[in-house]
Protein backbone atom coordinates (compact mmCIF):
# COMPACT_ATOMS: atom_id res chain seq x y z
CA UNK A 1 0.00 0.00 0.00
CA UNK A 2 1.80 3.87 -0.81
CA UNK A 3 1.48 6.50 1.93
CA UNK A 4 -1.56 7.26 0.41
CA UNK A 5 -3.39 5.07 0.29
CA UNK A 6 -2.17 4.00 4.00
CA UNK A 7 -3.21 7.54 5.28
CA UNK A 8 -6.64 7.41 3.53
CA UNK A 9 -7.20 3.85 5.37
CA UNK A 10 -6.08 5.42 8.44
CA UNK A 11 -8.69 8.26 8.28
CA UNK A 12 -11.33 5.81 7.11
CA UNK A 13 -10.72 3.44 10.29
CA UNK A 14 -10.73 6.07 12.83
CA UNK A 15 -13.80 7.15 11.11
CA UNK A 16 -15.39 3.91 10.87
CA UNK A 17 -14.86 2.67 14.35
CA UNK A 18 -16.31 6.15 15.73
CA UNK A 19 -16.90 5.87 19.29
CA UNK A 20 -17.22 7.67 22.38
CA UNK A 21 -14.86 5.58 24.52
CA UNK A 22 -12.41 8.99 24.88
CA UNK A 23 -14.98 11.19 26.48
CA UNK A 24 -13.67 13.65 29.21
CA UNK A 25 -10.33 12.56 28.48
CA UNK A 26 -7.23 14.55 27.85
CA UNK A 27 -4.58 13.29 25.51
CA UNK A 28 -1.16 15.90 24.50
CA UNK A 29 -0.07 15.32 21.26
CA UNK A 30 3.42 16.74 20.61
CA UNK A 31 6.32 16.29 17.87
CA UNK A 32 9.99 16.41 19.60
CA UNK A 33 12.13 19.91 19.66
CA UNK A 34 14.13 19.26 16.02
CA UNK A 35 10.71 18.39 13.89
CA UNK A 36 9.01 20.82 11.90
CA UNK A 37 6.76 18.50 10.24
CA UNK A 38 2.98 19.03 11.43
CA UNK A 39 0.25 16.65 8.98
CA UNK A 40 1.69 13.93 11.01
CA UNK A 41 0.26 15.65 14.54
CA UNK A 42 -2.99 17.26 12.66
CA UNK A 43 -3.40 13.36 11.58
CA UNK A 44 -3.20 12.45 15.03
CA UNK A 45 -5.13 15.18 16.43
CA UNK A 46 -7.85 14.09 13.82
CA UNK A 47 -7.69 10.66 14.98
CA UNK A 48 -7.71 11.12 18.65
CA UNK A 49 -10.23 13.69 18.58
CA UNK A 50 -12.46 11.13 16.14
CA UNK A 51 -12.36 8.65 18.87
CA UNK A 52 -13.60 10.97 21.69
CA UNK A 53 -10.48 12.57 23.27
CA UNK A 54 -10.33 16.10 24.39
CA UNK A 55 -6.50 17.15 22.48
CA UNK A 56 -3.79 19.27 23.53
CA UNK A 57 -1.71 19.79 19.90
CA UNK A 58 1.58 21.24 20.88
CA UNK A 59 3.25 21.54 17.49
CA UNK A 60 5.92 21.13 15.64
CA UNK A 61 9.81 21.56 17.60
CA UNK A 62 8.47 21.13 21.21
CA UNK A 63 11.16 21.84 23.96
CA UNK A 64 11.84 19.10 26.07
CA UNK A 65 11.27 21.37 28.98
CA UNK A 66 7.74 22.63 27.51
CA UNK A 67 6.15 19.02 26.97
CA UNK A 68 7.44 18.29 31.14
CA UNK A 69 5.77 21.74 31.81
CA UNK A 70 2.61 20.54 30.45
CA UNK A 71 2.43 17.18 31.33
CA UNK A 72 3.46 17.93 34.84
CA UNK A 73 0.64 20.98 34.95
CA UNK A 74 -2.15 19.65 32.43
CA UNK A 75 -1.77 15.55 34.10
CA UNK A 76 -3.38 14.06 30.30
CA UNK A 77 -4.66 10.49 30.07
CA UNK A 78 -2.15 10.40 27.48
CA UNK A 79 0.91 11.98 25.51
CA UNK A 80 1.87 10.82 21.92
CA UNK A 81 4.71 11.83 20.36
CA UNK A 82 4.94 11.99 16.75
CA UNK A 83 8.12 11.84 14.67
CA UNK A 84 9.24 11.55 11.11
CA UNK A 85 12.36 13.76 10.55
CA UNK A 86 14.70 11.08 11.27
CA UNK A 87 15.70 12.07 14.86
CA UNK A 88 13.18 10.42 16.19
CA UNK A 89 14.38 7.43 18.20
CA UNK A 90 17.52 9.80 19.85
CA UNK A 91 15.12 12.47 20.74
CA UNK A 92 12.70 10.05 21.82
CA UNK A 93 15.22 8.16 24.44
CA UNK A 94 16.19 11.78 25.92
CA UNK A 95 13.14 13.16 26.23
CA UNK A 96 11.40 10.18 28.35
CA UNK A 97 14.18 10.13 30.39
CA UNK A 98 13.63 13.59 31.34
CA UNK A 99 9.98 12.71 31.91
CA UNK A 100 10.25 9.47 33.84
CA UNK A 101 12.82 11.53 36.30
CA UNK A 102 9.48 13.40 37.59
CA UNK A 103 7.55 11.07 40.14
CA UNK A 104 4.96 12.32 39.63
CA UNK A 105 4.86 11.25 35.44
CA UNK A 106 6.22 7.64 35.83
CA UNK A 107 3.24 6.27 35.19
CA UNK A 108 2.16 8.58 32.71
CA UNK A 109 0.98 6.44 29.65
CA UNK A 110 3.49 7.50 26.72
CA UNK A 111 3.15 6.25 22.97
CA UNK A 112 5.67 7.41 19.96
CA UNK A 113 5.43 7.00 16.64
CA UNK A 114 6.19 7.80 12.73
CA UNK A 115 9.33 7.93 11.31
CA UNK A 116 11.79 7.28 13.79
CA UNK A 117 14.83 6.80 12.12
CA UNK A 118 16.39 7.10 8.65
CA UNK A 119 16.09 3.42 8.02
CA UNK A 120 12.62 3.04 6.80
CA UNK A 121 9.39 0.59 7.91
CA UNK A 122 11.92 -2.69 8.10
CA UNK A 123 14.03 -0.96 10.59
CA UNK A 124 12.42 -1.80 13.98
CA UNK A 125 15.66 -2.04 16.39
CA UNK A 126 14.58 1.50 18.12
CA UNK A 127 11.45 0.19 19.28
CA UNK A 128 13.04 -2.59 22.14
CA UNK A 129 15.88 0.57 23.56
CA UNK A 130 12.40 3.12 23.60
CA UNK A 131 10.41 0.92 25.29
CA UNK A 132 13.03 0.14 27.70
CA UNK A 133 13.72 3.69 28.32
CA UNK A 134 9.99 4.19 29.56
CA UNK A 135 7.62 4.21 26.41
CA UNK A 136 4.76 2.16 26.62
CA UNK A 137 4.32 1.82 23.10
CA UNK A 138 6.43 2.28 19.80
CA UNK A 139 4.34 2.45 16.61
CA UNK A 140 7.21 2.05 13.46
CA UNK A 141 6.26 3.63 10.10
CA UNK A 142 3.96 1.82 8.40
CA UNK A 143 2.23 -0.12 11.13
CA UNK A 144 -1.17 0.64 10.50
CA UNK A 145 -3.61 2.18 13.41
CA UNK A 146 -4.97 -0.63 14.55
CA UNK A 147 -1.95 -0.99 17.54
CA UNK A 148 -2.69 2.34 18.25
CA UNK A 149 -6.05 1.80 18.35
CA UNK A 150 -5.99 -1.33 20.44
CA UNK A 151 -3.27 0.40 22.95
CA UNK A 152 -5.69 3.29 23.59
CA UNK A 153 -8.46 0.82 24.66
CA UNK A 154 -6.21 -0.87 27.18
CA UNK A 155 -5.48 2.40 28.70
CA UNK A 156 -6.77 2.09 32.63
CA UNK A 157 -10.18 4.52 33.02
CA UNK A 158 -8.63 7.35 35.90
CA UNK A 159 -10.88 7.85 38.83
CA UNK A 160 -13.24 10.36 38.31
CA UNK A 161 -11.83 13.52 40.76
C1 LIG B 1 6.00 17.85 3.78
C2 LIG B 1 7.38 17.39 4.20
C3 LIG B 1 8.25 18.36 4.72
C4 LIG B 1 7.84 19.80 4.96
C5 LIG B 1 7.02 19.86 6.27
C6 LIG B 1 5.98 20.97 6.22
C7 LIG B 1 5.00 20.85 7.34
N1 LIG B 1 4.42 21.96 7.71
O1 LIG B 1 4.76 19.78 7.88
C8 LIG B 1 9.23 20.49 5.06
C9 LIG B 1 9.66 21.00 3.70
C10 LIG B 1 9.35 21.64 6.07
C11 LIG B 1 10.14 19.32 5.43
C12 LIG B 1 11.38 19.48 6.01
C13 LIG B 1 12.25 18.42 6.25
N2 LIG B 1 12.07 17.12 5.92
CO1 LIG B 1 10.36 16.42 5.32
N3 LIG B 1 8.95 15.61 4.41
C14 LIG B 1 7.78 16.03 4.05
C15 LIG B 1 7.01 14.90 3.33
C16 LIG B 1 7.12 15.16 1.82
C17 LIG B 1 5.55 14.72 3.70
C18 LIG B 1 5.29 14.66 5.23
C19 LIG B 1 3.81 14.75 5.47
O2 LIG B 1 3.27 15.83 5.72
N4 LIG B 1 3.09 13.58 5.42
C20 LIG B 1 1.66 13.51 5.71
C21 LIG B 1 1.47 12.99 7.15
C22 LIG B 1 -0.01 12.92 7.49
O3 LIG B 1 2.01 11.66 7.17
P1 LIG B 1 3.26 11.23 8.05
O4 LIG B 1 4.04 12.42 8.46
O5 LIG B 1 4.00 10.13 7.38
O6 LIG B 1 2.53 10.62 9.33
C23 LIG B 1 1.83 9.39 9.17
C24 LIG B 1 2.53 8.22 9.80
O7 LIG B 1 3.92 8.40 9.89
C25 LIG B 1 1.83 8.01 11.11
N5 LIG B 1 2.40 8.59 12.32
C26 LIG B 1 3.19 9.67 12.46
N6 LIG B 1 3.44 9.86 13.74
C27 LIG B 1 2.78 8.91 14.44
C28 LIG B 1 2.71 8.66 15.82
C29 LIG B 1 1.95 7.58 16.26
C30 LIG B 1 1.85 7.29 17.73
C31 LIG B 1 1.27 6.76 15.32
C32 LIG B 1 0.44 5.62 15.78
C33 LIG B 1 1.37 7.01 13.96
C34 LIG B 1 2.12 8.08 13.55
O8 LIG B 1 0.55 8.58 10.98
C35 LIG B 1 0.51 9.50 9.89
C36 LIG B 1 -0.65 9.08 8.99
O9 LIG B 1 -0.46 7.80 8.45
C37 LIG B 1 7.84 13.65 3.79
C38 LIG B 1 7.93 12.52 2.76
C39 LIG B 1 6.71 11.70 2.79
N7 LIG B 1 6.15 11.51 1.63
O10 LIG B 1 6.27 11.25 3.85
C40 LIG B 1 9.23 14.24 4.04
C41 LIG B 1 10.12 13.61 5.07
C42 LIG B 1 9.34 13.28 6.34
N8 LIG B 1 11.07 14.68 5.37
C43 LIG B 1 12.27 14.25 5.57
C44 LIG B 1 13.39 15.07 5.87
C45 LIG B 1 14.72 14.38 5.94
C46 LIG B 1 13.25 16.44 6.07
C47 LIG B 1 14.36 17.43 6.35
C48 LIG B 1 15.44 16.96 7.34
C49 LIG B 1 14.95 17.84 5.01
C50 LIG B 1 16.15 18.77 5.11
N9 LIG B 1 17.31 18.23 4.82
O11 LIG B 1 15.97 19.91 5.47
C51 LIG B 1 13.58 18.62 6.91
C52 LIG B 1 13.42 18.46 8.43
C53 LIG B 1 12.97 19.71 9.06
C54 LIG B 1 12.82 19.49 10.54
N10 LIG B 1 13.50 20.36 11.30
O12 LIG B 1 12.14 18.59 10.98
C55 LIG B 1 12.38 12.76 5.40
C56 LIG B 1 12.56 12.01 6.72
C57 LIG B 1 13.51 10.84 6.53
C58 LIG B 1 13.31 9.71 7.47
N11 LIG B 1 12.68 9.82 8.64
O13 LIG B 1 13.76 8.63 7.13
C59 LIG B 1 11.07 12.43 4.62
C60 LIG B 1 10.48 11.05 4.90
C61 LIG B 1 11.42 12.59 3.12
C62 LIG B 1 12.36 11.49 2.65
N12 LIG B 1 11.85 10.44 2.06
O14 LIG B 1 13.52 11.56 2.84
N13 LIG B 1 9.54 18.14 5.11
Given at each position: ?????????D????????????????V?????????????L????????????D?????????????????????P???????????????????????????????????????????G?????????L????????????A????????????P?R???
Open positions: MNEYAELSSLADAAVDYSPEGRGRTVVTSLASDSHTWNVFLQLFLEELGYVVNLGPCVPDELLVEECRARRDLVVVSSVNGHGYQEGLRVIRELRAHGELVDLPMAIGGKLGVGAQDTRYAEEMVAGFDLVIEEGGTSAFRHFIESLQALP
